[in-house]
């Protein structure tokens, strides 16, 4: 039996379609702190499940650090894709952002009607404390993939130090990648007889043809929802046109969506936009489901779905999109060790943010304390994350209250 840490296999094999939902729609339940939900990820489809290799995992995560969008929800829709193509990529990724969508629109329903935010408050600080343990976490195993070379720990420094400097996300891993595949030893790549060969022509004209229909199709879809409702519309191009170009995850997209929304259309008040992040931190899944509020405001309840389908849409296209190229020049000599380079400046940016969100939430002992309870749960006595997340809200509203 293959070991699913080890196992090169290129072609993961199907998951049923249905068995695929209810994971990834139980990781959204708990996918609170982005990139932190990288490990819970890992150990339920490597790990316990085997549906793919660790290898296969992490040339997903790579992949997913250069192409725009939410890392978490891309890594969701790379897997999906793996294994069951295309309506795969598409069922893991509805069903990991499902949770957090509905708990939003949840949310900013109570919230525009009633406004009170003092439990949430006092909720997203037992939260914060559980994220800074799952980014350990994630560092930590992470980590264990880019140690074996010293110009891996090398370019995760660097990474460190470019990130701190605040140079552009997108330029430090392609950097990364090119320092990586110019002076790092060459990576022997993995075949397999199963795995079919395409003329770069034909691939080419393929990805053409799918860019083409998928583009057509957004378009149209834009707009006849704007001969049913022209504000509707607007909303959809908006977050469509944010999803495009968020290189480098939801907080790029924050400071985009402000000045969209609250300098130039006024929808909502600076103040609101606030209270929204805020919502968006205490609710699972990534800071950018700030989408479905901002949505909601502005149109109600289908304002909030139009306004995540969109945000999330094409993130989600451009990975079903460069999959398959991506699985034809993986493994060259070339492209491995950029793999790679990528893989540890990704190790640079865990350890930036876990120090960032360690300096702002853990304020205080009881914060602290949390927090290593939460890392003890998790990475000594591998406890569910759901459990943790569960013990550390109560215990945040009670601690905290008092």
């Not at 990820?41 to 296969?56: A, H, N, T, Y």
């Amino acid at each position: 039996m293959s070991n699913p840490q080890t196992d090169p296999r290129p072609f993961p094999r199907p998951v049923a379609r249905g068995e695929m939902a209810r994971l990834f729609l139980s990781l959204g339940l708990t996918a609170f702190g982005g990139l932190a939900m990288v490990e819970p990820i890992r150990r339920q489809v490597v790990e316990k499940r085997g549906w793919v290799s660790q290898r296969e995992f992490l040339d997903g995560l790579a992949l997913c650090q250069v192409l725009p969008g939410a890392t978490v929800v891309q890594l969701a829709a790379y897997l999906g894709y793996r294994l069951g193509g295309a309506v795969g990529a598409l069922v893991a990724a509805a069903a990991f952002i499902l949770p957090a969508g509905v708990l939003m629109l949840g949310l900013s329903f109570l919230y525009f009607h009633y406004g009170e935010l003092s439990w949430i408050k006092l909720i997203s600080r037992g939260l914060g404390a559980v994220v800074i343990a799952l980014l350990l976490q994630a560092l930590w195993n992470l980590g264990q993939a880019v140690r074996e070379h010293y110009l891996d720990l090398l370019i995760a420094l660097g990474a460190l130090l470019a990130f701190w400097l605040k140079i552009n996300y997108l330029a430090v891993f392609l950097a990364a990648a090119a320092i990586r595949s110019a002076l790092g030893p060459g990576m022997a790549p993995v075949r397999s007889p199963g795995l079919p060969a395409r003329r770069p022509s034909s691939l080419g004209l393929m990805l053409l043809a799918q860019l083409a229909a998928a583009l057509c199709g957004t378009a149209l879809a834009v707009w006849a929802l704007g001969h049913l409702d022209a504000l509707l519309s607007q909303i959809a191009w908006i977050f469509l046109k944010i999803g495009t170009v968020s290189f480098g995850g939801g907080y790029v997209m924050i400071p985009i969506l402000q000045w969209e929304v609250v300098d130039r259309l006024g929808w909502l008040t600076t103040r609101q936009f606030l209270d929204g992040i805020l919502l968006g931190y205490a609710t699972p899944g990534p800071i950018i489901i700030l989408a479905t509020f901002v949505g909601f405001w502005v149109r109600g309840w289908p304002g909030g779905l139009v306004a995540t389908v969109a945000v999330f849409l094409p993130p989600i296209l451009a990975v079903i999109l460069a999959t398959p190229i991506y699985q034809q020049v993986k493994e060259s000599r070339l492209i491995r060790p950029a793999i790679q380079g990528i893989l540890a400046a990704l190790v640079g940016m865990l350890a930036l943010v876990a120090g960032q969100m360690a300096r702002t939430a853990l304020t205080d002992w009881q914060s602290l304390a949390l927090m290593a309870g939460a890392a003890v749960a998790l990475m000594r006595f591998k406890i569910n994350l759901f459990y943790v997340i569960a013990a550390a809200a109560a215990c945040s509203f009670f601690i905290f209250k008092i």
